[in-house]
C-alpha cells in the first residue's frame, strides 16, 4: 500500500509499505478521510516521535475491509471513527474508566502507525460505528470535536456528564457512571447574594469566556452555541477568524481582536466589572492564560485548553489572583471514551447524526494521499487562511 512513512525529522517519504498485518482482536480500516491535527506539524518537521520509521496521522474514518478472526467479522463493511488513543486498561486512571489519563497508554499516529496512509490496524476496542449520513469528513473530526467537548463538559456545560463526574467503577467494570447535580452550567453559575430579577449583568452579558480561535477554540464555540450558551465572548486575532466565527451566529458584539486593545480591560467593561464565570484558555501562551487569571470572577473556573507554547510564569499579583478569588484552574486532556452513550465521543456523534453541528464548514482546503505534503507546508508556514486540512482518496 502507499503510505506516508517520517524516517527522521523532517524526512516523510511518500512510498510503498507492507499492508499492515492483524493481532488478534484487530481489524484492517481503508482509510477514507484524514484531518491534519496541529500537532502534527512539531511531529514531523521539528520533534519528531517516539520511534522511527512511522507513519503519522490519528484523525481519521474510514470502512472497515479485513479482520484477525471471525470473531470480528461482523465489522466487515462498517463505516467507523476510531479512538487514536490505546490505553494499557491496567493502570489506576484506566481501571477508574479514564482512558485518557492511562499511564502506559500508546498512540495511533504518534507512537504507532497512523492514518496518512491507505490502510491502518485498529483494536475493536477502538471502533466506533458511524450512523447513517454521517460523512467520513466529518467523522474524520471526531477526535477534535470530542477534545473540545472534554473541555466544555468538564465545566458542567451540556447534556449528560463530563469526565470529571465519572465516579470511579468497581473492579467488575460494569461501567455505571453517575451525575454530580451540583456541577451545572455557566449560565447557572450565580454571583452569592445577587437577585436574577433584578437585572445582573448575567441577564445581558456573558458568562464564557473563549481565547482563541484556531480548531479547538472554533468547534469548541460551535459545542456552546448548540448546548444554548448564548452569553458568550470570543477573543481571536484574525479576520478570518472573525468571519469563521460569525458564520457561526456569534453576534459581533461578541466578539474581540486582541489586536484593539487590552483583553483583561475589555472583558472586565464588558462584563460590568465582574469577569467570566468560566474561561476556556485554547492558546497556551504565558500572555493569554495570565489574562485568563485575571479576567475570570472570583469562584470562576479557568479551562485550560490550549497545548503550551512556552514555558509558564506568573508574577506575583497575577498568582494572588488564584488565591484571593479562589479560582478553580482545570487541565484538560484528549476526551472520554468509554463505549457509553455518556461519554465525549458519543456526545458528538449523536448531534452530528441529527444534524445539530456541521463541522464540515471549518474544512479549509482538501489533498489526496499523495499531495499531503501541500496540507503539511500549508500549516507549517502559514502560507494559507487554514483551519482544518482534510485528506482524502
Known amino acids: 500500500m502507499k503510505a506516508y512513512v517520517l524516517h527522521g525529522i523532517d524526512d516523510l517519504r511518500y512510498e510503498e509499505v507492507q499492508e499492515p498485518s492483524l493481532k488478534q482482536g484487530e481489524v484492517l480500516v481503508e482509510v477514507k478521510a484524514a484531518g491534519i491535527c496541529g500537532s502534527d506539524i512539531p511531529r514531523i518537521f521539528e520533534n519528531g516521535t517516539y520511534s522511527f520509521p512511522l507513519i503519522p496521522g490519528h484523525e481519521f474514518s474510514g470502512v472497515v475491509v479485513k479482520t484477525a478472526s471471525e470473531a470480528e467479522d461482523k465489522w466487515l463493511g462498517e463505516h467507523v471513527g476510531v479512538f487514536p488513543l490505546l490505553p494499557c486498561k491496567s493502570c489506576v486512571p484506566c481501571q477508574k474508566g479514564h482512558y485518557e489519563m492511562c499511564r502506559n497508554y500508546s498512540y495511533i499516529g504518534s507512537r504507532t502507525n497512523g492514518a496518512f496512509a491507505q490502510y491502518v490496524a485498529v483494536p475493536v476496542w477502538n471502533l466506533i460505528r458511524l450512523p447513517e449520513g454521517v460523512s467520513f469528513e466529518a467523522a474524520a473530526m471526531l477526535e477534535p470535536m470530542a477534545v473540545a ?69 472554533l468547534l469548541l464555540t460551535m459545542f456552546l452555541k448548540e448546548a444554548g450558551m448564548d452569553r458568550l465572548l ?100 484528549n476526551s472520554s471514551y468509554l463505549h457509553s452513550t455518556e461519554d465525549d465521543w458519543h456526545y458528538v456523534l449523536e448531534r452530528l447524526g441529527r444534524g445539530t453541528i456541521r463541522p464540515e464548514r471549518y474544512i479549509t482546503q482538501r489533498f489526496s494521499l499523495k499531495d499531503l505534503k501541500e496540507g503539511l507546508h500549508i500549516m507549517k508556514n502559514k502560507t494559507r487562511e487554514y483551519v482544518k486540512v482534510m485528506i482524502v482518496p
Open 149 to 217: 467537548v472534554h473541555a466544555m463538559r468538564s465545566v458542567g456545560i451540556g447534556e449528560g456528564i463530563g469526565a470529571e463526574n465519572i465516579k470511579e467503577r468497581d473492579r467488575t467494570g460494569d461501567g455505571r457512571v453517575a451525575q454530580n447535580k451540583e456541577n451545572i452550567g455557566a449560565g447557572n453559575l450565580k454571583e452569592k447574594g445577587s437577585d436574577p430579577e433584578q437585572g445582573t449583568w448575567q441577564d445581558k452579558k456573558p458568562g464564557v469566556i473563549v481565547c482563541g480561535l484556531g480548531t479547538i477554540g
Open 234 to 333: 470570543v477573543i481571536g486575532n484574525k479576520e478570518f477568524q472573525k468571519e469563521n466565527i460569525l458564520a457561526l451566529g456569534i453576534d459581533k458584539k461578541q466578539y474581540f481582536d486582541s489586536r484593539e486593545g487590552d483583553v483583561v480591560d475589555h472583558i472586565m467593561e464588558y462584563t460590568g466589572g465582574l469577569g467570566a464565570d468560566v474561561f476556556f484558555e485554547c492558546v497556551g501562551t504565558n500572555e493569554t492564560i495570565s489574562e485568563a487569571l485575571l479576567a475570570t470572577a472570583p469562584g470562576g473556573r479557568i479551562q485550560l485548553v490550549g497545548n503550551p507554547a512556552s514555558d509558564m510564569n506568573f508574577d506575583r499579583n497575577t498568582y494572588w489572583k488564584i488565591l484571593r478569588n479562589q479560582l478553580t484552574v482545570k487541565g484538560n486532556w
